[in-house]
C-alpha cells in the first residue's frame, strides 16, 4: 500500500485491501506482499525523544542563567533552541496528561492528579477514550514507542494486579514501560513497574533510578534498531527528578558544597543577572521581590542556614544527575548516527519549583501531607536522628527541601507549583533539538508557547495527521498549537495567542500578551483544614479574589501590576475566564478538594482483606485502609521445627510503615509514625512449631485522625504480649513504597533486621487477614470516612 | 564545690564546630565563675555508637588533660565505660560501676542513652541548678538539649570515689 493510499487518521489502521490474485490452489494465485506488511512510519520520519523532569524551575538550569550544571540541556541549546515563553500547567499530573493528549488538563480530566479520581468531569483522572495521548498516533503508524521514568496518569485505585490497565501506559499508545505509575519514587528503593506488572523493588545495592532509566532507554532503542533497521522510535523520558524525595549519592550533591552558602536572596540575584547575560530574559527585566511568605536569609540562625544549603545541593546535585543521565541518552543516539534526525524536546519542569517542603523543608516529605506539624527544632532534631546533615539525600531520609529555595529556582518569576496564576508555577525552559528539522543553532525563541502544543508539534513534524478516530471512538480535536512554524522563523507572530490556567483555584488568563493573575489567597504549603475553610462553599466567593494584570511584552517577569490601570482588560480577561473554564470543564472550582468540602465517596463495605501466599508490592495507595481506627491483621504460619524467623507482613519503611515479623523466635511488631516516633512490642515467648496462628489488635482510643491505641499480640488466640502506640500516621505511610506479604522488600520498617533485608520469613505464611471493621457507630464512620477524603486530597496536592 | 541540685545536661548538635563554640561558651561560664559549673566535656558519637571524648574543661574553666572530679563526674554521668580512658585510668573497674548504678536508679540512664544519635557531636555539663538559664542561653547552637537532674550529695560520693580511685585507694 502506498503512502497516500493510508488514511492514517484513522486508528487503528485498517488493513488493505488484498490485491493479489487467489485459485482454488495456488496454481494461478498471485501474492500480495504488501497485505502482510506492517503499517510503516511516514517517509523519513524522525525520530523522537521527549524528556520532562519533574518540579524544577526556570531559574535552575545553567542553560537559563540558573545554579544547577546542566550541559545536556545546553548541548542541545546550543545545536538548537531555547524557548523562553513555554508553559506548563503548574501540576504534576495535569501538565502529564496535558502534554500526553494535547488537550487541556480539565478537558481530559486532569483537573488534579492520578490519586484524586473527584466526581466532576473535569477531575475524574480518568483519561477520557476519545482523547487519547498522541502517542497511540504514532504507534498506530508505524512508531515503536516507549516511555520511562514517571507516569502519574493511572488513578491511585487501578494500580493493582486486578487491573483495570486501560489508563496504564500500554493501553495509551506505549509498547513498553518501564517505572513507576504514581507521582513520586524513592531513587534508591522505586517499586519498578514493568509494563502491566510490578517487577518490584531491585535488590542491587548500587541501583539508582535515574541511572537506570537511563540504561534502560538505551537498550530499548538499541532493540529497536536492531530488529527494526528503519522504524523510528519515539521514547518518553520522564524522570522522577526533581520530584521528593531529593535523593543523589555525595558524588553529586557534594560538587556543589558550599556554594549555596550565601542563600536564597543572593542565589536569585546571581541568576537575574546571568539570565540577563544569557538574554534568556530581556535586559529590561525587573527582578520579583520576595513574598513576605519567605524569611529573609539574613534572618537565619547558623544552623538553620546550614541546614538549608545542604538542602539545596542535593536538590542542584540530583538535578545535573538527571540532566547527566539525558546526556548519556543522547550520546547513544548520537553514537549510532541518529542524532541528526532525532527531534529532541527536553523541558526543564512539569510545573515551577515546588514549595510542598514548607518554609524548613522536611527530613520525610510524609510529614507534610500526613499534616504531622513539626517545628523548626524538631525537623533539626529528625535530622540529627536520622544521620545528619550528611545523610539528607541518601535513602534514610525522604526530604525536601525549603520552600523558599523553590522560590529562588523560579527566577525571576513570583511564587511556584500550584500557583496556576504566576510564572512562577506556570514558566518552565525548554529546548528544541532537531538538526534536520531546522537550521538555526542556538537560537532563542519567544512565541507563546504551552505543554498542549507538544503534541500536535510532534505529529506535524512527523507527518501525521491528529487522529480522528481510536478503536471506533471519535477523537475531540486537541486544543494545541503546533509550534513548528517557529522552528524556522524566530521573528513569526506568535499562533498561540490565548490560553486559561486553573490549578487548585488559582486561576490566570493569558491573551495576546496580558495576562490576568487570579490566585486564590492561600499559601500554597497550606492545606490543613482549617485553612481550607476559608474557601468552603458559600463562604468563598473566586469572584472577589484580588486580581492582578501583567503586560508581559513590557514586563517579562509580572513585576508591574497594572490592573488599576486597565480595568477594562481586567474585566474582559475575567470573562474570558470563565467562558473557557466553561468550556473546558474547569468548573466547579476546587473540585480536586471535595473531600474538604463534604462531598465524598460512599463508604466502602469491604472489611476484610485476605492475602494468600507471598504477595508483594501492594501499591502503597492500595493497601488496607488501617488508618484511624481499630483494625487487626491476623497470619496463619507453618513454623517449622527449630523455629522460624522473617516478616509476616510490612508495609513501606522506617520513614512510616508497620511490620509484623518473627525474630529471636518471638512475634514482634513496629510501627513507624512517619520516622518521626517508633513503637515496638514483642510477645513475651517463643513461637511454638506447626500450624500458628498470629495476631496484632489494634485498639485505638476513638476514632479519630492520628488516634493513638493499645496493641496486643496474640498467639494461636493468647494474648503475649503489647504495648502503646501513642500517635497512628493518619493519611498514608509513604507515597510509594509498598506492601509485602512475607518479606519486607526495599527499606525495612524496623532497621533492627536492616541487615537481613529483605528479611524473608523462613518458615511458611499461609496467608495473612486484615479485618478493618472498625465496629463504628454510623457517625464515626462518616467522619472518619470524610477525614480520610481530606487526606488523600491533601496528598494529591503535593503529589 | 556546692552541695545543691545539680544538673546533668546533653547537648547534641548537627555540627562539630557549633558544638566546641557552646563547649567553649559553657567554660567561659566556669571562668568567669558566673554559675557553679562542675565540669563540661565535647563529645563525639561515632556511626557504630561509639561515644568519644575530644576535649575537657574543669570547674574553673580550665581545658585539657589534668581531669578533677568535676570532670570525671560529667564523664562518668554519661558514659560510665568511658571513666576507664579518661578519668581514672586502670583503677576504673568499681567506681565505673558506682557511676553505672547511679545512672539506672535514678532514671539518667534513660534519658542519656538516646540523647546523642549516632554520628552527631555533643556538649555534656554538670552544673548548679540554678544556672540552668545561663547554660541553656551558652548552648545556643544545640539542636536538641536532654536534661537530668543529680542531688548534691550524691554528686559529692561519686566524686569522692573518683578521687579515690585516681589516688590508687579504690578500685
Known amino acids: ?279 534568556v530574559i530581556p535586559a529590561d527585566a525587573e527582578l520579583t521581590p520576595r513574598s513576605e511568605a519567605m524569611p529573609a536569609w539574613d534572618s537565619l540562625d547558623e544552623n538553620h542556614k546550614r541546614l538549608y544549603a545542604r538542602q539545596m545541593e542535593v536538590y542542584a546535585g540530583y538535578c545535573e544527575n538527571a540532566d547527566w543521565n539525558v546526556g548519556r541518552v543522547i550520546d547513544a543516539i548520537d553514537e549510532m548516527g541518529e542524532l541528526e534526525n532525532t527531534l529532541v524536546i527536553y523541558i526543564w519542569g512539569d510545573n515551577g519549583a515546588s514549595m510542598e517542603g514548607t518554609l524548613t523543608g522536611t527530613f520525610n516529605e510524609l510529614t507534610t501531607l500526613n499534616g504531622v506539624p513539626l517545628t523548626d527544632e524538631q525537623q ?120 486559561y490556567f486553573e490549578i487548585l483555584g488559582n486561576r490566570g488568563m493569558y491573551k495576546d500578551g496580558w495576562w490576568l493573575a487570579w490566585m486564590m489567597p492561600r499559601i500554597p504549603w497550606n492545606i490543613d483544614p482549617e485553612t481550607l475553610k476559608r474557601f468552603a462553599p458559600g463562604v468563598w466567593d473566586p469572584e472577589n479574589d484580588p486580581v492582578e494584570l501583567y503586560y508581559l511584552p513590557d514586563d517579562f517577569t509580572q513585576a508591574r501590576n497594572v490592573a488599576e490601570q486597565h480595568p477594562e482588560k481586567v474585566e474582559e480577561l475575567k470573562k474570558l475566564f470563565w467562558e473557557e473554564a466553561d468550556k473546558y470543564q474547569v468548573l466547579p472550582l476546587l473540585a480536586g478538594l471535595t473531600g474538604f468540602f463534604g462531598m465524598v465517596p460512599p463508604i466502602p463495605t469491604q472489611s476484610t482483606f485476605t492475602y494468600y501466599g507471598d504477595v508483594q508490592n501492594v501499591a502503597s495507595g492500595m493497601i488496607p485502609r488501617i488508618y484511624n481506627h481499630s483494625y487487626s491483621i491476623s497470619a496463619d504460619l507453618e513454623i517449622p521445627q527449630g523455629g522460624a524467623e522473617g516478616v509476616i507482613v510490612a508495609e513501606a519503611d522506617h520513614l512510616g510503615g508497620f511490620s509484623l515479623y518473627v525474630q529471636d523466635g518471638k512475634l514482634k511488631h513496629t510501627y513507624s509514625f512517619c520516622g518521626v516516633l517508633e513503637f515496638r512490642q514483642e510477645s513475651d515467648r517463643p513461637l511454638p512449631a506447626g500450624s500458628v496462628n498470629v495476631r496484632m489488635e489494634f485498639a485505638a482510643d476513638a476514632p479519630k485522625p492520628a488516634t493513638g491505641g493499645e496493641v496486643t499480640l496474640f498467639v494461636n488466640d493468647e494474648p503475649v504480649g503489647g504495648g502503646r502506640i501513642e500517635h497512628t500516621v493518619p493519611a498514608r505511610f509513604s507515597g510509594y513504597a509498598g506492601m509485602d506479604i512475607g518479606r519486607d522488600n526495599g527499606l525495612p520498617v524496623e532497621r533492627g533486621y536492616a541487615d537481613k533485608s529483605p528479611f524473608a520469613f523462613t518458615g511458611r505464611v499461609k496467608k495473612v487477614v486484615f479485618d478493618v471493621n472498625p465496629h463504628l457507630t454510623e457517625e464515626d464512620e462518616q467522619e472518619l470516612h470524610d477525614h480520610a477524603q481530606q487526606a488523600l486530597a491533601g496528598h494529591a496536592i503535593n503529589a | ?168 585507694m579504690g578500685g
Open chain 1, 1 to 279: 500500500m502506498s503512502d497516500q493510499a493510508i488514511d492514517r487518521s484513522k486508528l487503528p489502521i485498517r488493513r488493505p485491501p488484498f490485491q493479489g490474485v487467489v485459485n482454488r490452489t495456488l496454481d494461478g494465485s498471485q501474492p500480495d506482499w504488501n497485505f502482510i506488511a506492517p503499517i510503516p512510519a511516514p517517509k523519513d520520519a524522525p525520530n523522537v525523544l521527549l524528556v520532562l523532569t519533574d518540579d524544577a524551575g526556570f531559574g535552575n538550569p545553567s542553560t537559563f542563567g540558573g545554579p544547577i550544571r546542566t550541559p545536556t540541556l545546553e548541548r542541545l541549546a546550543e545545536g538548537g533552541l531555547k524557548y523562553n515563553r513555554f508553559h506548563t500547567t503548574a501540576l504534576c499530573s495535569p501538565t502529564r496528561a496535558a502534554l500526553m493528549t494535547g488537550r487541556n488538563h480539565h478537558a481530559v480530566g486532569f483537573g488534579m492528579v492520578g490519586e484524586f479520581a473527584g466526581p466532576f468531569p473535569g477531575y475524574s483522572a480518568n483519561l477520557p477514550k476519545d482523547c487519547q495521548p498522541f502517542p497511540k498516533t504514532l504507534q498506530g503508524n508505524g512508531y515503536s514507542t516507549a516511555c520511562f521514568g514517571k507516569w502519574h496518569l493511572t488513578p491511585d485505585n487501578m494500580q493493582g494486579t486486578p487491573g483495570p490497565f486501560d489508563r496504564w501506559p500500554n493501553a495509551v499508545g506505549f509498547d513498553y514501560f518501564w517505572g513507576f505509575l504514581g507521582g513520586e519514587s524513592g531513587q534508591f528503593d522505586p517499586v519498578i513497574i514493568e509494563n502491566n506488572t510490578a517487577v518490584g523493588v531491585p535488590e542491587d545495592e548500587d541501583f539508582y533510578l535515574p541511572d537506570a532509566m537511563a540504561d534502560k532507554t538505551i537498550e530499548w532503542i538499541h532493540g529497536v534498531r536492531a530488529h527494526g533497521s528503519d522504524k523510528p522510535w519515539f521514547a518518553y523520558f520522564s524522570t522522577g527528578a526533581s520530584h521528593a524525595p531529593h535523593q543523589v549519592r555525595h558524588e553529586w550533591s557534594d560538587k556543589y558544597k558550599g556554594a549555596f552558602d550565601k542563600g536564597w536572596d543572593k542565589l536569585r540575584e546571581e541568576t537575574f543577572e546571568r539570565q540577563k547575560q544569557l538574554g
Open chain 1, 380 to 499: 533539626l532534631q529528625l535530622v540529627l536522628k536520622w544521620g545528619g546533615l550528611e545523610a539528607w539525600g541518601g535513602d534514610m531520609m525522604g526530604p525536601h527541601y525549603s520552600a523558599a529555595w523553590a522560590w529562588a529556582g523560579d527566577c525571576p518569576f513570583q511564587w511556584g507549583k500550584q500557583v496556576a496564576s504566576h510564572l512562577g508555577g506556570t514558566r518552565d525552559p525548554m529546548v528544541v533539538h532537531w538538526p534536520e528539522g531546522f537550521r538555526e543553532q542556538g537560537g532563542l525563541r519567544s512565541q507563546f508557547t504551552h505543554v498542549i502544543d507538544v503534541g500536535p508539534t510532534i505529529l506535524e513534524a512527523v507527518g501525521l495527521p491528529q487522529a480522528t478516530h481510536i478503536d471506533g471512538i471519535e477523537q475531540q480535536p486537541m486544543h494545541g498549537t503546533s509550534f513548528l512554524y517557529s522552528l524556522d522563523d524566530a521573528s513569526a507572530a506568535e499562533r498561540h495567542t490565548q490560553q
Open chain 2, 1 to 168: 564545690m556546692s552541695d545543691d541540685q545539680k544538673d546533668v545536661v546533653i547537648a547534641a548538635y548537627l555540627f562539630d564546630d557549633l558544638a566546641k563554640k557552646d563547649f567553649d561558651a559553657v567554660l567561659k561560664l566556669a571562668e568567669d565563675k558566673t554559675i557553679t559549673v562542675e565540669g563540661v566535656v565535647l563529645v563525639q558519637k561515632d556511626d557504630e555508637g561509639e561515644v568519644h571524648v575530644t576535649e575537657t574543661g574543669d570547674h574553673l574553666g580550665r581545658k585539657g588533660a589534668k581531669l578533677g572530679g568535676g570532670v570525671g563526674l560529667v564523664v562518668g554521668l554519661f558514659a560510665p565505660p568511658l571513666l576507664a580512658a579518661t578519668a581514672v585510668g586502670a583503677a576504673a573497674g568499681a567506681v565505673t560501676g558506682r557511676f553505672a548504678k547511679h545512672r539506672l536508679e535514678s532514671g539518667i540512664a534513660e534519658k542519656m542513652d538516646d540523647a546523642l544519635p549516632p554520628g552527631s557531636g555533643g556538649v555534656i555539663t554538670v552544673y548548679d541548678s540554678e544556672g540552668a538559664d545561663s547554660v541553656d542561653k551558652a548552648l545556643a547552637n544545640a539542636v536538641k538539649k536532654s536534661v537530668a537532674q543529680i542531688d548534691g550529695m550524691s554528686a559529692k560520693k561519686l566524686k569522692a570515689g573518683l578521687a579515690e580511685a585516681q589516688a590508687g
